[in-house]
């Protein structure tokens, strides 16, 4: 599955188009052996797609409770769109974080902020990595910008929450440590995917996003 450039999740409700399952730029075979056809199969065409068609129906029935200035249903619907909102968030992010000729280190400015705000890259990969161990049940790890202090900060994000909107950091390299991302190949031992997933990092994705969020 090649191609298409994924494009920006959650649009305007007001003139609002369906949001669509992204194509992965990469088969789904291509960042094996460290992670297998089978999970990236399963995890685009179903987890993924199943966050998409969620986010759909929850939307329009918040457009219906809009109409209808039904504030009691707008309130309801609101953990239905944070869930499937964020998992469409965090899922287009990710597939471009990972890359058949990923791995390695960063260059440029992203390794300078690296290791200004973590001290090294080696030091800032098993911090993120341990915050991601860390995760209680399902969830993300996330390296993101801190606008307001110009600095690179590690956060763990429960379950879709999107990082953005509920920590105000902007994304620049999620992994997803729920079970789907894993199991298949690595059963219950994340620390072996997370050991894994380090040889599949995109660096020229996570700079390019690092270069758009300080202009």
């Given at each position: 599955?090649?191609?298409?450039?994924?494009?920006?999740?959650?649009?305007?409700?007001?003139?609002?188009?369906?949001?669509?399952?992204?194509?992965?730029?990469?088969?789904?075979?291509?960042?094996?052996?460290?992670?297998?056809?089978?999970?990236?199969?399963?995890?685009?065409?179903?987890?993924?797609?199943?966050?998409?068609?969620?986010?759909?129906?929850?939307?329009?029935?918040?457009?219906?409770?809009?109409?209808?200035?039904?504030?009691?249903?707008?309130?309801?619907?609101?953990?239905?769109?944070?869930?499937?909102?964020?998992?469409?968030?965090?899922?287009?992010?990710?597939?471009?974080?990972?890359?058949?000729?990923?791995?390695?280190?960063?260059?440029?400015?992203?390794?300078?902020?690296?290791?200004?705000?973590?001290?090294?890259?080696?030091?800032?990969?098993?911090?993120?990595?341990?915050?991601?161990?860390?995760?209680?049940?399902?969830?993300?790890?996330?390296?993101?910008?801190?606008?307001?202090?110009?600095?690179?900060?590690?956060?763990?994000?429960?379950?879709?929450?999107?990082?953005?909107?509920?920590?105000?950091?902007?994304?620049?390299?999620?992994?997803?440590?729920?079970?789907?991302?894993?199991?298949?190949?690595?059963?219950?031992?994340?620390?072996?995917?997370?050991?894994?997933i380090w040889n599949v990092i995109n660096w020229e994705d996570v700079s390019s996003r690092y270069a758009t969020c300080k202009k």
């Amino acid at each position: 599955r090649s191609g298409a450039k994924l494009i920006a999740p959650l649009g305007c409700l007001v003139s609002r188009q369906k949001h669509t399952l992204p194509d992965l730029p990469y088969d789904y075979g291509a960042l094996e052996p460290h992670i297998n056809a089978e999970i990236m199969q399963l995890h685009h065409s179903k987890h993924h797609a199943t966050y998409v068609n969620n986010l759909n129906v929850a939307e329009e029935k918040y457009k219906e409770a809009l109409a209808k200035g039904d504030v009691t249903a707008q309130v309801s619907l609101q953990p239905a769109l944070k869930f499937n909102g964020g998992g469409h968030i965090n899922h287009t992010i990710f597939w471009t974080n990972l890359s058949p000729n990923g791995g390695g280190e960063p260059k440029g400015e992203l390794l300078e902020a690296i290791k200004r705000d973590f001290g090294s890259f080696a030091n800032f990969k098993e911090k993120l990595t341990a915050v991601s161990v860390g995760v209680q049940g399902s969830g993300w790890g996330w390296l993101g910008y801190n606008k307001e202090h110009g600095r690179l900060q590690i956060a763990a994000c429960a379950n879709q929450d999107p990082l953005q909107g509920t920590t105000g950091l902007i994304p620049l390299l999620g992994i997803d440590v729920w079970e789907h991302a894993y199991y298949l190949q690595y059963k219950n031992v994340r620390p072996d995917y997370l050991k894994a997933i380090w040889n599949v990092i995109n660096w020229e994705d996570v700079s390019s996003r690092y270069a758009t969020c300080k202009k």
